[in-house]
């Protein structure tokens, strides 16, 4: 599975838009992008993925730029509880392994 | 119900016992995962069960022992454990181990926090 690169930490204040990057210069074109994000001493919580297209849902939305080869998670409106470590994942299509990165340390401030 | 449950939530054990890890989930889903994640760092593969068999065992030392009595329960039995195994082990689960379409994404329990004396 194709390497990412994410920022260590940011912040952001809370009720703004949380906008979280992720590098994957080398992904291929079977190869989705899973965000999931950890609040401390939890268990990791699924966010969204793609393939190529933006995607939204209620938690999310994934932006995915034309050449694949880097993404940005958006949290609309921020608030406290989404202070957490935020993984980005490029995941094979048909690999069993779900392989974790150091992450990104968001903190949102009051 | 998206709900991956494990049990107990903490457990402290000296190294000569025997413990269990317990892991359920009524999701329907028939692939079920074991991680381990030591103290600020990602968490790491341990074992896949796919239908009930085993199918990924990455390297794990024997005094891991994983179980998949059913379709909706996965144990992880210990004995002999060292002070470095102490972790977070978390279980995930997923409809089907790599179905495309979402149908591979892996839903997580709240974790058992082990403690090794």
């Known amino acids: 599975d194709a390497k990412t690169t994410q920022p260590t930490s940011m912040d952001c204040a809370e009720g703004r838009a949380a906008n979280l990057p992720c590098n994957h210069s080398?992904?291929?074109?079977?190869?989705?992008v899973y965000w999931y994000r950890q609040i401390h001493s939890q268990g990791p919580q699924y966010i969204i993925h793609g393939l190529k297209n933006n995607e939204t849902n209620e938690m999310a939305s994934l932006i995915i730029t034309e050449d694949r080869k880097s993404s940005t998670l958006i949290l609309p409106h921020a608030t406290l509880r989404d202070t957490a470590v935020y993984y980005c994942?490029?995941?094979?299509?048909?690999?069993?392994?779900?392989?974790f990165g150091t992450g990104t340390r968001l903190t949102i401030i009051p | 119900d998206t709900e991956v449950t494990q049990t107990p939530k903490h457990l402290v054990m000296g190294m000569t016992n025997k413990k269990s890890l317990k892991c359920e989930q009524h999701?329907?889903?028939?692939?079920m995962y074991w991680y381990k994640q030591k103290a600020k760092k990602p968490p790491e593969l341990m074992f896949v069960y796919s239908y009930e068999k085993l199918s990924i065992n990455e390297s794990v030392p024997s005094r891991f022992s994983p179980e998949c009595p059913n379709s909706s329960l996965l144990n992880l039995h210990l004995h002999a454990l060292q002070p470095e195994d102490s972790a977070l082990y978390l279980c995930?689960?997923?409809?089907?181990?790599?179905?495309?379409?979402?149908?591979?994404?892996?839903?997580f329990g709240p974790g058992t926090r082990l403690t090794v004396l």
């Open positions: 999701m329907g889903h028939r692939a």
């Open positions: 994942i490029v995941r094979r299509f048909g690999n069993e392994k779900l392989t």
């Open positions: 080398t992904i291929s074109g079977n190869e989705y």
């Open positions: 995930a689960s997923s409809f089907t181990l790599a179905g495309g379409r979402g149908a591979d994404t892996q839903y």
